[in-house]
């Protein structure tokens, strides 16, 4: 009888046990996992996150910086961590170009997460060196397009964002250049800036301290309208190529099975530190636009993402070593 009744209390303990873990959320120190190395605005980003919400949270929020293999050691923690809502992913396009990079990943990129919201967006810009004798996108097409394979770009590095929104942009357009990529952004323009490679792309915040001093050309913005921080540049769609977008997005991501109570509250949290005139404004120094969205349109979003990027890189016959 007193084994039973043992049993059946042990029972009843494991039945409450997942609403007493939604119901006490948070019940210890929120991490953070962050993919890249610190500086970037990813990192930066969600330290300013991290203080609003432990604010709001009444409990320790880190951040963990992951580095490594193209940022699929910080996300693989993500996936193996405990769905609990203490242990989130604060990431970017990387997180949907990996799958269609890396045919082994540690872990099921559609299947093993829960994203929460995005948290800002920025454009994706395309800039030239200044001798290079054009003035706009358009005048970059047509002289690609009279001189197939003799234009160079410069990226930040095989597979990363600033070369996958240009191969996107390259396929739209029909045109054929030469990929150069670099260890990072910074030395992609220091080479476009020394006349060694003919453009490049990125984030708009990368190249603004060079575009004000002239050493680079703007071209074009993604987005459907023209970023604040260069009013006078035009956007794709302005330029006369529509249809074309590639912004660079940041966004929080929980791992699959967490409780829905849980991710309510994460988005609920999320928003209020998104709205605050802190976060706006460190948005707004990076060419940003801070904003969350619902959960299912974030992940509908990252879904059609990786389907994108997929295509695109077996089209395009990317790969990296």
């Known amino acids: 009888m007193k084994l039973a009744l043992v049993a ?37 980003a969600a330290r300013a996150l991290a203080g609003e ?19 699929t050691l910080g996300t693989a923690v993500v996936a193996q961590a405990e769905p609990d809502g203490h242990t989130l992913l604060v990431t970017e ?16 990129t559609a299947n093993d997460f829960a994203p929460v919201t995005l948290v800002a967006e ?23 397009k009279a001189k197939p394979g003799f234009l160079t770009f410069a990226s930040g590095g095989q597979g990363t ?5 240009a191969e996107l942009f390259f396929e739209k357009t029909g045109i054929s250049v030469v990929h150069v990529p ?29 575009i004000r001093t002239g050493k680079l050309r703007p071209l074009a913005v993604t987005g459907d309208k023209r970023s604040p921080m ?11 190529f529509p249809g074309y977008d590639a912004p660079i997005w940041f966004g929080v991501i929980a791992p699959a099975r967490t409780p829905p109570t849980v991710m309510a509250r994460l988005h609920e949290e999320l928003t209020r530190a998104v709205a605050k005139p802190t976060f706006v404004q460190l948005s707004e120094k990076q060419g940003a636009r801070a904003f969350t969205i619902p959960s299912a ?11 994108t990027w997929k295509d695109l890189v077996a089209r395009r016959g990317i790969k990296v070593e």
């Open 8 to 44: 059946a209390a042990a029972a009843l303990l494991c039945a409450v046990s997942p609403a007493q873990a939604q119901a006490t959320f948070p019940s210890k120190t929120v991490r953070l996992i962050v993919p890249v190395v610190p500086g970037s605005f990813t990192d930066v």
């Open 53 to 71: 919400l432990a604010a709001s949270l009444g409990h320790p929020v880190v951040v963990d910086n992951r580095p490594g293999a193209g940022t």
């Open 93 to 108: 396009n990387s997180f949907t170009i990996s799958p269609a990079l890396y045919p082994k990943l540690p872990f099921d």
């Open 122 to 144: 920025a454009p994706y810009i395309l800039w030239a060196r200044t001798d290079l004798g054009v003035n706009t996108v358009k005048e970059l097409v047509e002289m690609a």
């Open 161 to 165: 964002s600033s070369h996958l929104s």
């Open 182 to 210: 670099f260890k990072g952004v910074g030395a992609s323009m220091t080479e476009v800036i020394a006349g060694r490679v003919d453009f490049g792309g990125s984030s708009i915040a990368s190249p603004m301290g060079h």
């Open 230 to 240: 260069l009013p006078e540049v035009p956007t794709f769609a302005e330029a006369g």
């Open 297 to 307: 349109e974030f992940a509908r979003r990252l879904a059609a993402e990786m389907r």
